[in-house]
């Protein structure tokens, strides 16, 4: 490990010392590595799917229909009542992220129409076309994010 200078060892401390600093370095970092992460916290797919004592991840590997069972060769909308029907005849289930919606999918099950408050389902509301807010605030985050490191990056180069 390299070793810092003297200066730099001074510097490092008294940012350190800085709570508010410190601490809200340690908040960016927290909330960049959710935005990163935000498959896992919101999607539409499932992360977990069995079927016929098979385990499948949708989240990350695309599969169709008719590996459940259905007609269409192409990847099936894993909320639909249809597909649902599907996997539990094929004795299975599946595990949902928290946040059953992707940044651009919609709920077509809102209780009022769009755009909704807050609910159960949708913890920061839906916009005018139905969307998922906070699903949107996740993976607008991690756009934004890898955006300003990318020009903070290139500027660094430029000089």
Not at 4 to 23: Q, T
Not at 26 to 35: A, D, H, I, P, Y
Request: hydrophobic content about 40%; aromatic content about 14%.
């Amino acid at each position: 490990m390299r070793r810092l200078s003297p200066v730099a060892r001074r510097r490092f401390e008294r940012f350190r010392n800085n709570r508010r600093g410190w601490w809200s370095l340690w908040l960016f970092c927290g909330l960049f590595v959710l935005s990163l992460c935000g498959e896992l916290i919101a999607n539409d797919k499932p992360l977990v799917l069995s079927y016929q004592h098979e385990l499948y991840f949708p989240a990350f590997k695309r599969h169709t229909e008719q590996e459940f069972g259905g007609q269409l060769p192409f990847q099936p909308d894993y909320r639909s009542d249809y597909v649902r029907q599907l996997i539990s005849k094929g004795d299975g289930w599946m595990l949902f992220p928290p946040i059953p919606f992707s940044d651009d999918t919609p709920n077509y099950d809102l209780n009022k129409p769009a755009p909704s408050p807050p609910s159960s389902i949708n913890w920061l509301g839906t916009d005018d076309q139905a969307r998922d807010v906070l699903a949107r605030v996740i993976f607008g985050a991690r756009v934004s994010i890898l955006f300003a490191l990318a020009l903070t990056f290139i500027s660094a180069l430029i000089g």
